[in-house]
Nanobody, 124 residues
Framework: VQLQASGGGLVKAGGSLRLSCAASGLDFANNIMAWFRQAPGKERSFVANIDWSSRTKIYAESVKGRFTIFRDNDKSTVSLQMSDLGPDDAAIYYC??????????????????WGKGTQVTVSS
């Protein structure tokens, strides 16, 4: 299984960025897909996830109203549209996949597969 995240980069505060994650070797349509992020010196934290049907999307409070997660099961991709970015959004963003979230969407240990991450830098 491979999860390849892309789309990171340098963006000015208040700007937008779209991250994408392409999955291979995965039964994509039967996996919950998620984005986490990790800033320097901080623990990895939950950003958003989306169920297989795209009916249920869960967001961290800090990104609600600014970030949108969506997926394309035909293309085995999950994306994160980010807007109104601020310094607190700067981090390495990781995509993750899991079939059964035994503890909850924000528990990284519940996800089975992880991508290598893509860096998002926000300049003031």
């Amino acid at each position: 299984v491979q999860l390849q995240a892309s789309g990171g980069g340098l963006v000015k505060a208040g700007g937008s960025l779209r991250l994408s994650c392409a999955a291979s070797g995965l039964d994509f349509a039967n996996n919950i897909m998620a984005w986490f992020r990790q800033a320097p010196g901080k623990e990895r934290s939950f950003v958003a996830n989306i169920d297989w049907s795209s009916r249920t999307k869960i967001y961290a409070e800090s990104v609600k109203g600014r970030f949108t997660i969506f997926r394309d099961n035909d293309k085995s991709t999950v994306s994160l549209q980010m807007s109104d970015l601020g310094p607190d959004d700067a981090a390495i963003y990781y995509c993750a996949a899991g079939q059964f979230l035994n503890h909850g969407p924000e528990y990284a240990s519940d996800y089975d597969y992880w991508g290598k991450g893509t860096q998002v830098t926000v300049s003031s």
